[in-house]
């Protein structure tokens, strides 16, 4: 029984160990994408916002770094609110592991329980 429950405990612990790789594996490449996304977007957004403040200079040039501004401001909050979804809504870190601990542990309560019996 102890050979049995030590097998176990070290399939479960090379799970974990396999679901920590792959979850680290898979954060730095959504944070590389994700940075260079930014970069990215960022210049565009710069670029656009000169060019539209440029054509509004002689009239509304206010107005224009008002709406930009006000623009730049709801795609910001709206962006947060998604991440903050995305977090909200992700699998449980180690949820397969703690669900098959939780499967090996009752085995052997109900392996004990018939032993009794």
């Known amino acids: 029984m102890a050979s049995t429950f ?4 070290r ?4 799970l974990a160990a396999l679901e920590l790789e792959e979850e680290s594996r898979r954060l730095i490449g959504y944070l590389l994408l994700a940075l260079a996304s930014m970069f990215l977007l960022g210049l565009a ?3 656009l916002a000169f060019f539209v403040i440029a054509i509004f200079w002689d009239t509304h040039r206010l107005a224009a770094v008002l709406s930009l501004a006000g623009l730049f401001t709801v795609a910001g909050v709206a962006l947060g609110l998604k991440v903050r ?4 809504t992700k699998p449980k870190l180690l949820g397969d ?9 009752n085995f052997i309560k109900m392996a004990r329980q018939s032993d009794e019996h």
Do not use: H, P, Q, Y
Not at 100 to 105: S, T
């Open 97 to 105: 592991t703690l669900a098959e601990f939780g499967k090996d542990i």
């Open 6 to 9: 030590t097998d176990i405990l």
């Open 85 to 88: 979804n995305s977090f909200a």
């Open 45 to 47: 957004t710069i670029f």
């Open 11 to 14: 399939t479960r612990v090379e």
